[in-house]
């Protein structure tokens, strides 16, 4: 053989002596190279045992009776090296943890409860629902608003899982300082500040003031922002599975927004109850995007106007009204009452055993129950305030569901925070209602004294009511 071979093949002909030592290590760099380009390529190259599997997850039972499993379905994939993976390292904490700060139950009372009682957020971190926060692993990387957003929360959340004594550090001050102000640049853009991602942004800092235990006015300035937000998107921008997430997870503060400044709530409006009823599945009889739950909020999406009628009856023009606008008022908020007594006989009385049996999360389900009930105060209260001897009944209707929301919190929900946090607007509710109905019902036994003498339809004197309203935070006219 010639010394000045380069390659050297391995033929019957071409025998190698066995102290060719030269000679076969050429012979084995030849032979590797091309499946150690290959490596390269996909990009394994010097690491080692790929397709070897982890020993502990080997059946341990050669049994023939053992499932037969696929190997795809056996072996995890990968995770990428994503964006949001990348975060979720940096700072050690998964933003999916926060799902159930997402849900519509979330309120500016439940703002006020964390401020007060830090402690309780321990007990719904971790406990995944679907919510927007699903889609944040494919989103994050592509809006500077939303990275810093979602890095300021995960920060926050990081620091208060190991100290949650101490205040927030300098740099997560600085965190949020940069989120806002990116956010600020992308809605000054009258383009930019349509994009989803930057709604998403502006809800994860309503979320990043919860988990600094802010006060309820450092909320709301969040959530009134992402209101506002979702106003001027209209439903056009609701249609895709991240859209429709991220309204469904405001309409609680919406609705209970509207109330407050005694508005209408846009919501209400004919293409977004079709946007809203676009949303519902079947995976869990009452998660948020549930058909009870939609339903539910369809509904209820009218209570604020007919509230803002029936406040410019009482405070305003009262016996100078039309006849014919009171009674319009009246029957709407019949028309909504019944609604939502058929809504509880579907999924709660004896029609529901009829309904398709799927997966009931029992927590939601009372929720939901005490939200119906909330709003059933409400309307009965409205429809007694504007006629208390044809809706006497309906005092004693609100009296009675008060006392059912506290039982629900009491007794049917499987922690306290559980309670005190997804309930505590409608515990307020239930509570102002039941400290409010000595003084109803004593103008209630005034009309049923001189009722005789009247000659015409009686109306809540402005002060009973407005006292009612005051202990709920509701504005209502002043006086013209």
């Known amino acids: 053989m010639s010394t000045t071979v380069t390659h050297v093949f391995i033929t019957a002909t071409n025998k190698l002596e066995p102290d060719d030592k030269h000679a076969r290590k050429r012979i084995r760099k030849q032979a590797m190279s091309k499946s150690a380009q290959a490596r390269k390529k996909r990009g394994g190259y010097g690491q080692h045992n790929l397709i070897q599997y982890p020993a502990e997850y080997l059946p341990c039972s050669g049994s023939k009776s053992d499932p037969q499993v696929s190997v795809k379905a056996l072996i995890p994939a990968s995770l990428a090296s994503s964006s949001y993976e990348k975060m979720r390292i940096r700072y050690n904490f998964d933003l999916l943890d926060l799902s159930q700060l997402t849900s519509f139950h979330i309120s500016y009372a439940t703002a006020n409860i964390l401020a007060n009682k830090p402690t309780m957020l321990t007990e719904v971190l971790g406990h995944r629902d679907w919510s927007y926060l699903n889609y944040l692993p494919g ?20 620091q208060w899982l190991a100290s949650p004594s101490e205040p927030v550090s300098s740099s997560i001050l600085k965190l949020y300082s940069s989120a806002l102000a990116a956010l600020q640049a992308e809605l000054q853009c009258p383009n930019a500040c349509l994009r989803p991602d930057v709604l998403c942004a502006t809800q994860l800092l309503g979320i990043y ?18 209101t506002a937000l979702i106003k001027l998107r209209g439903p056009g921008r609701c249609e895709t599975d ?5 309204v469904l997870s405001h309409v609680g503060q919406i609705f209970h927004e509207a109330l407050n400044i005694n508005q209408t709530c846009f919501l209400s409006d004919d293409p977004w109850q079709a946007a809203l009823r676009s949303i519902p599945t079947t995976d869990n009889l009452f998660s948020d995007r549930s ?9 209820v999406c009218r209570v604020p106007e007919y509230f803002y009628k029936t406040t410019q009856i009482i405070c305003v023009t009262r016996h100078d009204t039309p006849v014919g606008l009171v009674d319009d008022v009246k029957n709407n908020l019949q028309l909504l009452r019944l609604q939502l007594l058929h809504w509880y006989e579907t999924f709660f009385g004896p029609a529901s055993s009829d309904y398709p049996k799927v997966a ?9 129950l005490g939200f119906s009930f909330a709003v059933s105060i409400i309307l009965n209260r409205l429809l007694f305030c504007l006629d208390p001897v044809e809706n006497a009944p309906c005092e004693a209707t609100a009296q009675d569901s008060a006392l059912k929301i506290l039982m629900i919190a009491n007794q049917e929900l499987s922690a306290v925070s559980q309670a005190e946090l997804f309930m505590a607007i409608k515990f307020k509710v239930a509570k102002v209602t039941l400290a409010t109905a000595e003084r109803w019902r004593d103008w209630r036994m005034s009309v049923c004294a001189q009722a005789g003498s009247l000659m015409e339809t009686l109306i809540m004197p402005k002060d009973v009511f407005v006292d009612w309203c005051q202990r709920m935070g509701w504005e209502t006219p002043r006086q013209p």
């Not at 003031?209 to 992402?226: F, I, N, P, V």
């Not at 991240?242 to 991220?246: C, D, M």
């Not at 058909?291 to 509904?299: F, N, R």
Request: hydrophobic residues 40%; charged residues 30%; aromatic residues 4%.
């Open 139 to 158: 989103r994050i990387g592509h809006n500077s608003a939303l990275d810093k957003a979602a890095a300021c929360v995960a920060a926050r959340a990081q």
């Open 360 to 368: 009931i999360d029992k927590d939601r389900k009372h929720e939901a």
């Open 242 to 246: 991240f859209e429709k997430a991220l």
């Open 209 to 226: 003031e919860l988990l600094k235990m802010s006060t309820e006015d450092a909320w709301r300035y969040h959530s009134t922002g992402a």
């Open 291 to 299: 058909e009870p739950i939609i339903s539910l909020l369809t509904t």
